[in-house]
């Protein structure tokens, strides 16, 4: 049965992803107003730039002011795709006061203040939905928090951040180092002109935070996240990667400890063998491998960003909470009942690929081979190269934890035969 | 805010799944609780055999009458793991008709009769879900329904059946032919005494029927969907699938027509190329491909089967019903407001591989060529081998309907040439 009165939406941003929002909302009417009960109509647009003209959209909904917007209270749903953590945030709190749910693309807000606006939305009794911040049209908010309810997730590893996973995939194919590569990208539109955000890891680790939140039903706060970015990996590591049967990614890995009292949050470049099922995730594509108890081995897979992917998953969510505010029903909030531990870098535990230059003499294996020994670390294989009074030695580890492995590089640097440490890579997905 | 009165569950079924629900309901009793928001008991179990010790199970929650158990009138949820048609459909109707919910992983009884009980559930005010009937523990129903729910699906490509995609795994990378491949499944478990329902694709096409309604938001029943097994399927399948670097994978595909009006669902083997994602599926995995609008590609990928999996998907659901019962909602029912018209096989159109055996003499490419030609079926690529007086020509079409194939296969058999039709595969993923 149709409701007639249609549900109201308030859309703050008329970018790449806002456009493709209000298109379709006016193109698949129809079929909207099936799938959620009752018709839903754009009764708002906040823009900057008011001026510019914007396909399909009448221009007597375009606004400045969107704080009056949110403050109308006739609106049903604020979609908020402007992005940044202000205005955003105090206009999404705004919305909640005044009698609004809430559907978001934000996750540098959300991984920074998730709890805060979750808290505001449950006193308002509204919903608060965000799908398209982590790994756009990709679901996977809806299936952590929904699907796998019932279950106990272990892991979450992924490739959440598409330009960095183009410029990879570009050097691992082609042979090129990181510049040659980050320049393809920049000039496909892969990378910003300031790529720092993608490049550094920010954008993965805002992602890996709320993800983890989800994943364990616990508090991660963006600082609790471990970060290293790709800019020093070299067309010599992916090299290193091919002798060992990987290639390498930027991954962001949520871990639960093997007790299950405390997790941990990461994001960093490392090898992963080239038969896991995200080792063949090209381009600027996205996917993300969930380990749980049940279900075992899941792992979903698709754009994870562009105007049209991230517009999918807004829509979802647009449509999810108008059907609960018809049913007069909020769905499930902030669940962070677990109050789980976060356990810094030092206490993860994984294993290590590390590159060393070495003085080209008898006894230099049998002396880092007693560094790694005296830190703890289990050596799994070691590989020494000669030539010129100059070594490398390759050194892979079994599993041991951060701390361990710093203390032993440390170490290491301090042997009169040890003329450098090339590089240190962590090994995943065995 | 924990409600402290449990919401009630009756378990129908004990075996491989319905033991394993049973015991995560205990084992991760204080989870669910706090993500319901209320605890979850077990009130009741039917069973066939009571006399069996389950491990974890009060005896005194043990019944044969799973009818007496459905009409209690106390019962929250309803979880039916029987499978079959009959006792689980009435069972399930009076379920319903006595204030529970249901959740269900009967692909057989959906696939047959889910409009109806679909219906039985909204004229109650109930809740139906079955994401555990498609694909085990692969979050697929849920994203469908309500992740996608603002975009347009257009195509659902997938390997939806384990014991096959074992067989076809096995057969491609030891080149063993069908039945070697088969008993290897057997003895390791992954195929049953009797294979019908899995290798002649029934199991396959109950999961298109659901994913095609789902996908479409239109009645697919299990007579819409064109079904063809894999036991003809050969190693010489295999070598010419290599050729064309391919591999052979049986494939559920639901398919909305160019323009918009029509859906087909459809189950058969197929050649697929190995850079297609679905090719490197290994094993008893299932995976999912979606394609919609603004999405673009979606993959969804994870064990299919086993107790342990398609208890995740139950208990999802589980989690999800309850929280729709404390909010007094139900969640999306059946969608099927587009009332599509289901086109027959004949309207599908896609590439074809076709080997003929044919008289090693002149003239016979150019008479094969005519045929094809006459039925409107554009060639790609033809190659010709000859030793001995006999002769091999595989053809490989361009995109043709299935009807005018099918013309050119019948007109073909009947050239004097051609001494036989070795085999016709579909070409698929491109």
Not at 171 to 183: C, K, P, V
Not at 309 to 328: H, I, K
Request: glycine share 10%; with cysteine.
């Amino acid at each position: 049965m149709m409701r007639t009165r249609p549900l109201k939406v308030a859309l703050l941003g008329c970018g790449v992803v806002g456009s493709e929002v209000a298109r379709i909302m006016t193109t698949h009417a129809d079929d909207l107003a099936q799938r959620i009960g009752a018709p839903v109509e754009l009764a708002g647009v906040a823009v900057r730039r008011p001026a510019k003209v914007r396909e399909g959209i009448p221009q007597e909904l375009v606004t400045t002011d969107a704080t009056a917007l949110v403050k109308r209270g006739d609106i049903d749903v604020v979609v908020e795709v402007i992005g940044g953590i202000e205005p955003a945030r105090t206009l999404i709190t705004t919305a909640f006061e005044h009698g609004a749910s809430v559907v978001s693309a934000n996750k540098a807000l959300l991984a920074q203040d998730g709890a805060a606006l979750h808290a505001v939305a449950e006193q308002n009794d509204k919903d608060l939905y965000y799908e398209a911040a982590v790994a756009g049209a990709i679901p996977l908010i809806r299936p952590l928090r929904e699907s796998l309810a019932g279950d106990k997730v272990n892991r979450v590893l992924g490739i959440v951040n598409g330009t960095t996973n183009f410029i990879l995939d570009k050097m691992d194919s082609t042979g090129a180092g990181y510049q040659e590569a980050l320049d393809e990208a920049t000039a496909l539109g892969y990378a910003e002109a300031d790529p720092t955000a993608d490049v550094e890891g920010f954008d993965a680790a805002a992602k890996a935070a709320i993800l983890a939140g989800i994943a364990f039903h616990t508090r991660v706060r963006l600082d609790d996240v471990y970060r290293e970015g790709m800019t020093e990996v070299t067309a010599a590591d992916f090299r290193s990667a091919k002798e060992m049967g990987c290639t390498i990614k930027l991954l962001a890995i949520c871990e639960r400890s093997k007790d299950g009292t405390s997790v941990t949050a990461r994001v960093h470049p490392a090898m992963i063998p080239l038969t896991h099922p995200l080792a063949s995730v090209r381009g600027a594509y996205n996917a993300v491998f969930v380990e749980s108890d049940a279900a075992g081995q899941l792992m979903f897979y698709g754009p994870g960003a562009g105007g049209a992917p991230t517009a999918s998953a807004v829509l979802g969510d647009l449509v999810a909470v108008c059907r609960n505010r018809l049913n007069g029903a909020t769905g499930p909030g902030e669940s962070s009942y677990a109050a789980l531990t976060v356990s810094s870098m030092g206490e993860v535990v994984t294993r290590y690929h590390i590159s060393l230059d070495v003085a080209d003499k008898p006894g230099v294996l049998a002396q880092v081979a007693t560094v790694f020994a005296e830190h703890g670390v289990s050596i799994d294989t070691v590989r020494q190269q000669g030539k010129d009074g100059e070594a490398s030695l390759v050194v892979v580890t079994h599993r041991a934890s951060d701390a361990s492995l710093s203390g032993t590089v440390e170490a290491l640097r301090k042997l009169d035969t040890v003329r450098g440490v090339a590089s240190i890579m962590r090994v995943e997905g065995e």
